[in-house]
Nanobody, 127 residues
Framework: QVQLVESGGGLVQTGGSLRLSCAAS????????MGWFRQAPGKEREFAAA????????YYADSVKGRFTISKDNAKNTVYLEMNSLKPEDTAVYYC????????????????????WGQGTQVTVSS
């Protein structure tokens, strides 16, 4: 079991910045990758960014590339999402997800490859 707790969401104006954090606990030695997804009202959950736990390779959705940065602190078992130049269309609940070694195969853009999810944190960007 892995528990994920997100923090750092809030209300920000267009063009502003926020930094989300996701702290993992439990079987963190089994972490293979972590990702951030987001879900706006009435829409499906969509991929935002992912990072591999050992090598630190990063992946981004086209919609956030150049504005969002995913990073990690292995010692703290924490992954971050630095969000800059925020737009109203970035408004959503942001979820952290963990993929463990030996879990479902597939690419990091799919919700299906992740084994555990956080409870989500609301990000609202006002125009």
């Amino acid at each position: 079991q892995v528990q994920l707790v997100e923090s750092g969401g809030g209300l920000v104006q267009t063009g502003g910045s926020l930094r989300l954090s996701c702290a993992a606990s439990g079987r963190t030695s089994m972490l293979y990758a972590m990702g951030w997804f987001r879900q706006a009202p009435g829409k499906e959950r969509e991929f935002a960014a992912a990072i591999t736990w050992s090598g630190g390779s990063t992946y981004y959705a086209d919609s956030v590339k150049g504005r969002f940065t995913i990073s990690k602190d292995n010692a703290k078992n924490t992954v971050y999402l630095e969000m800059n130049s925020l737009k109203p269309e970035d408004t959503a609940v942001y979820y952290c997800a963990a993929k463990l070694r030996g879990g479902n195969s597939g690419n990091y853009y799919s919700t299906l490859v992740y084994d555990y999810w956080g409870q989500g944190t609301q990000v609202t960007v006002s125009s």
